[in-house]
């Protein structure tokens, strides 16, 4: 990963371009976040990959639903990372078990989009850009 932002783990808070790191430290730190609002990971619910169009993964489709395609495979990842070195996106749900305190049908599971670009680095694929996403009506 090139750089870790707050909004990778919590995409609407003030401050969510602000970078902290990569470190694992950074990244356990980060995804406690994730916890708070959606509860301990428990099993990878789907996971596909969205798109291999290089026209996509480099963000030059900008006119009508080609723009949407773009979002739901790179999301906020800064134009100038990785671009001739993307190879896929990747997007899947994670269900997790409620946080504690929650409120709601117990039978519900919670779960958090993932969505991740895998990028060409050494010639072995590598996580380049990862967001992790609360669920919309798009999911």
Do not use: N
Not at 49 to 77: C, N, W
Request: aromatic share 6%; net charge negative; charged share 25%.
């Amino acid at each position: 990963l090139a750089a870790l932002r707050v909004g990778t783990f919590e995409p609407d808070v003030e401050g969510a371009d602000r970078e902290v790191g990569t470190s694992p430290e950074a990244f356990a730190a980060g995804f406690e976040r994730v916890e708070a609002w959606c509860g301990q990971p428990r099993l990878v619910r789907q996971l596909d990959v969205y798109s291999q169009d290089p026209k996509v993964l480099a963000g030059e489709l900008t006119e009508g639903l080609e723009r949407l395609d773009v979002m739901f495979a790179i999301g906020e990842m800064p134009e100038t990372a990785h671009v001739g070195a993307r190879r896929a996106s990747l997007r899947g749900q994670i269900e997790c078990d409620p946080p504690p305190g929650a409120d709601g049908d117990p039978e519900a599971r919670p779960y958090f989009t993932l969505k991740a670009v895998l990028v060409e680095d050494a010639g072995r694929l590598a996580v380049g850009y990862l967001e992790l996403l609360p669920p919309t009506l798009l999911d």
